[in-house]
C-alpha cells in the first residue's frame, strides 16, 4: 500500500516538472513563434538594405542595423580590455581579504543595477557633463559600463578555471607570472572569456532605455563616434510606442531576435567545444 | 649535519663537498605554522640521480620543490635555511627566480603538457627567453625529443595537440620541453606515478641515459624504482632526513632501523 502511494507520489511529482518544463519551452515558442510569423513577412533584401523613411513608416532599417554594430563594437572596445584586465587580477594577483571582498561586491552590485540608472547616468555624465551629446560614443560609454560585470564575472571565473599544473609547469620553465598568464592562461581561458562576450553583446543590441538616453535617437547614418544614431532596438520602441507602423515594428523585431537566437548557439558552441577539450 | 656513510661505511663528508651541484643547510619549510621539512642538510652529487624515499607526507615533494623556489607559488609557504646552487644560495635577492628555475627544472607528478602543439610545448620555454629564430627553434626542439626519447613518435605530429599523446609520451613530452632551456638540474616528482610499466621502464631508461648531462633529483613511492635509477638515495620521515648515502648501501645495510623498516616494507 505504501510503496503504491509512494509510486504515485513519484508519478505526479514528474507530471507536475514535466508541465512546468512544457511552460517554460511553450512561453519561449509562444513569443518567438508570435514575433516571426507576424515579423518574417515584412523582412526582404529591401528591408535590411534601405533606410527608413517617413519617421520608419516606409523603407528598411539599414540605418539602425549600422548604430547598433557601431554600439556593440564600441561597448566592446571599452570593456573588453577593461573588464578583462580586471578579471586576470582579480583571479591572479588578489589574495583574498577585505579588498578581495569590496571588489566582488562591487562587481556584483554593478550587476544588479538596473539598466535605466546607467542611462540616467550616461545622460548627465557623457551627454552633458563632458559634452558629448547624442552620440555613439556617449552610448558606448554607458553600455560598456552595463556590461562590465558580465565580462569580469565571465573571464573571471575562466581564468580560474585553467588547471593550476599548466600554471605550475610555466613558472617552472622560467616564465615570469605575467608571461604565464599571457602565454599560457588566456589562451585557455579564451573560449570562457569569448562566451561571456557574446552574452554582453546581447545586452547590447537589447538594450532600449539607457540607449535611448545616451545615443539618442536621430533616424540617419551614424559615421563619426560623436553622430546620433538609433538602434534596432530603440527603432522598435519608438515604432510601437509612438504608433508609427506596428507591421515595421515587428519586423524588426524578428530581425532582433534571429540575432539574439543566432548569438545564443554561437555562446554554447563555443563553450561546449572548451568542456571537450578538457 | 647528518652523518653520511659510504660503501665501505666510511664517512663521505669531505668527498661530497666537492662533487655536490645543490646543496642544503638546515632546509626547513613551512606551511602556515606547520613545519613540512625539519632542518634538512643533503647534497646533490653532480651528475647523478638521487632518491628521496619516505611515506606519504614525509616532505620530500616539499623539500624537492625548495631546490628551485616552486613552494614560493603556494600561499602561507615559507623557507629557512641555505639551499646552495653550484655554492650560490638561491635565495639571494640579486638572483632572478625565473633564471633559477630554468637552470633547475622540474617534471611534475601528472604530465601537465600545454593545450598547443607539440611543437610549441618543447618550444615553450625557448620563446619566454625571446628566441624567435625558426632554425634554431627547430633545432633545439629536434634535438630536445630526441633527448626524451621521444622524436621517432612524434616527428610526424609536431602540429598536432600535445593533448592527443598518451600519459607516457606526455611525460617525456614534458621532459622534452624542460631539456630545451638547457637546465642543469631536474627535479622529477613522482614522475611515474601515472604511467603504465610499459611506459614507467621506458621512463627509467630515459632518466639513466639524461644523468650523464644533467643532474637529477627524483621524488618516488616505488622502492625499486629507487633502487634501479638513483645512485644516491635520501630517506625522510616526519620532515626529517633520517638516512642519507650510496643507494646499494641504503638498501643493503642502511644504518638506521627506521630506514631498514621502510625499505623492507614494514610501514609506509
Known amino acids: 500500500m505504501r510503496v503504491r502511494w509512494a509510486r504515485l507520489e513519484e508519478g505526479l511529482a514528474r507530471a507536475v516538472l514535466w508541465g512546468c518544463l512544457l511552460v517554460v519551452l511553450g512561453a ?11 515579423g518574417l513577412p515584412g523582412i526582404d533584401v529591401d528591408f535590411l538594405t534601405t533606410a527608413p523613411r517617413a519617421s ?4 528598411g532599417i539599414l540605418t539602425t542595423i549600422v548604430a547598433t554594430l557601431y554600439l556593440v563594437a564600441g561597448a566592446l572596445a571599452i570593456a573588453g580590455p577593461v573588464g578583462i584586465a580586471c578579471a586576470i587580477y582579480l583571479a591572479e594577483y588578489l589574495r583574498e581579504g577585505s579588498l578581495e571582498r569590496i571588489a566582488r561586491f562591487g562587481v556584483q552590485t554593478l550587476a544588479g543595477v538596473p539598466s535605466i540608472i546607467f542611462g540616467l547616468f550616461g545622460f548627465t555624465a557623457f551627454v552633458l557633463w563632458l559634452g558629448l551629446g547624442w552620440s555613439i560614443l556617449s552610448g558606448s ?3 560598456a559600463a552595463m556590461i562590465l560585470p558580465t565580462l569580469v564575472k565571465a573571464a573571471e571565473e575562466a581564468i580560474r578555471a585553467v588547471p593550476d599544473s599548466y600554471r605550475q609547469g610555466s613558472l617552472a620553465l622560467g616564465a615570469t607570472k605575467g608571461q604565464t598568464i599571457l602565454r599560457v592562461v588566456l589562451p585557455v581561458a579564451m573560449p570562457g572569456i569569448l562566451s561571456g562576450v557574446i552574452l554582453s553583446i546581447g545586452r547590447v543590441i537589447g538594450e532600449t532605455a539607457a540607449v535611448l538616453l545616451t545615443a539618442g535617437s536621430a533616424l540617419g547614418f551614424a559615421v563619426s563616434p560623436l553622430d546620433s544614431g538609433r538602434t534596432m532596438a530603440v527603432h522598435l520602441y519608438l515604432l510601437a ?3 508609427i507602423s506596428v507591421p515595421k515594428a515587428y519586423s524588426t523585431s524578428a530581425v532582433l531576435i534571429l540575432l539574439v537566437v543566432g548569438l545564443n548557439a554561437l555562446a554554447t558552441r563555443i563553450t561546449s567545444r572548451f568542456t571537450v577539450r578538457r | 649535519m647528518i652523518n653520511v656513510l659510504g660503501r665501505q661505511g666510511r664517512p663521505l663528508e669531505g668527498q661530497l663537498e666537492q662533487r655536490a651541484k645543490m646543496r642544503t643547510e638546515n632546509l626547513c619549510v613551512y606551511y602556515g605554522s606547520l613545519l613540512a621539512v625539519k632542518y634538512v642538510s643533503l647534497p646533490v652529487v653532480r651528475h647523478s640521480v638521487t632518491a628521496l624515499i619516505g611515506p606519504s607526507g614525509c616532505g620530500k615533494s616539499t623539500f624537492l620543490r625548495a631546490l628551485n623556489r616552486m613552494n614560493e607559488v603556494i600561499p602561507g609557504a615559507r623557507t629557512e635555511g641555505r639551499v646552495l646552487l653550484d655554492g650560490h644560495d638561491i635565495h639571494d635577492p640579486s638572483l632572478d627566480v625565473a633564471d633559477l628555475r630554468r637552470r633547475v627544472g622540474m617534471v611534475f607528478q ?3 603538457p600545454f593545450p598547443m602543439s607539440v611543437y610549441d610545448n618543447v618550444a615553450y620555454g625557448l620563446r619566454i627567453q625571446g628566441i624567435r629564430d625558426r632554425a634554431t627553434l627547430d633545432r633545439i626542439v629536434e634535438n630536445s625529443l630526441r633527448e626524451a626519447a621521444l622524436w621517432d613518435e612524434v616527428k610526424d605530429r609536431m602540429r598536432r595537440s600535445a593533448l592527443e599523446l598518451s600519459g607516457g609520451q606526455q611525460q617525456r613530452l614534458v621532459i622534452a620541453r624542460v631539456l630545451a632551456v638547457r637546465p642543469e638540474v631536474i627535479l622529477m ?7 603504465d610499466p610499459v611506459s614507467t621502464a621506458r621512463l627509467e631508461d630515459l632518466i639513466h641515459d639524461l644523468k650523464r648531462e644533467y643532474t637529477i633529483v627524483i621524488v618516488t613511492h616505488n622502492m625499486r624504482q629507487a633502487a634501479r635509477v638513483s ?4 630517506f625522510m620521515l616526519n620532515g626529517e632526513l633520517i638516512e642519507y648515502g650510496p643507494t646499494e648501501r641504503i638498501f643493503t645495510n642502511p644504518s638506521d632501523p627506521r630506514t631498514e623498516a621502510y625499505i623492507t616494507g614494514r610501514f609506509g
Open chain 1, 241 to 243: 510606442m509612438e504608433g
Open chain 2, 110 to 112: 601528472q604530465p601537465n
Open chain 2, 231 to 234: 645512485d644516491w638515495t635520501a
Open chain 1, 141 to 143: 560609454l554607458t553600455l
Open chain 1, 28 to 38: 519561449l515558442a509562444a513569443i518567438v513563434g508570435h514575433v516571426l510569423v507576424q
Open chain 1, 56 to 59: 520608419g513608416r516606409e523603407g
Open chain 2, 189 to 195: 616528482d613522482e614522475p611515474a606515478s601515472a604511467l
